[in-house]
């Protein structure tokens, strides 16, 4: 008498499995999370615009007073440990690019152009304590002295640049690394040292 072999169980569709779930690709995630950043701080910081397809990193810490105005154009990258302070008016163009720990302070008005490349551990500020009430004064209680700042567009500012209150820098302008900025630059001009000074044009000033 034969042997049959046995019949192998057959499993009905319902019965299956179901397949892994597939891996999200590497190449995408970066784009996704970009986007879930952006979607997160426009959702907290309801008051503040940050325009379509800006790039935020993460550890940005915003502050925004009561009556303030934040402006990120659209395109605008906010590297990582950024920090905003705004009690007054902030607007950034389109395509404008900040690096690591930068920080923009704006009590009164601070407004910076399109495609700027501001460089790692810039400081913009529109605001200096007062120091002028007496020594019996703390400093911290002796108010700010503000005057708004103007940067154009196409500027770049090298790595730790400081640009203080009052400032005007105008068009395709580039400052130095390290330099601090206590007088206007004109468009098209090249500026560096402490405090930073012109040392030549881009092309001849018009």
């Not at 500012?157 to 390290?178: F, R």
């Amino acid at each position: 008498m034969s042997m049959t072999e046995p019949v192998p169980e057959q499993r009905t569709d319902a019965s299956r499995p179901p397949p892994p779930p597939r891996r999200l690709s590497r190449s995408l995630w970066p784009a996704i999370s970009r986007r879930l950043r952006l979607l997160y701080f426009r959702a907290r910081h309801v008051r503040a615009r940050f325009g379509e397809g800006c790039d935020i990193r993460p550890g940005l810490s915003l502050n925004m007073g009561e009556d303030a105005t934040v402006i990120f154009g659209s395109r605008c990258v906010l590297d990582r440990d950024m920090t905003v302070e705004c009690s007054g008016s902030l607007e950034v163009g389109g395509g404008t690019i900040f690096g690591h720990h930068c920080t923009l302070a704006a009590r009164e008005s601070v407004v910076i152009g399109n495609d700027c490349l501001i460089a790692e551990m810039v400081s913009i500020r529109d605001h200096d304590h007062r120091f002028d009430l007496g020594l019996d004064t703390p400093v911290r209680d002796q108010g700010f002295d503000c005057r708004p700042v103007r940067i154009g567009s196409n500027v770049w500012l090298g790595c730790k640049v400081t640009v203080v209150k009052g400032i005007s820098i105008g068009d395709n302008a580039v400052v130095g690394a390290n330099s601090v900025v206590t007088h206007d630059v004109p468009a098209n001009a090249v500026a560096v040292g402490a405090p930073a000074r012109v040392v030549r044009y881009r092309v001849p000033p018009e």
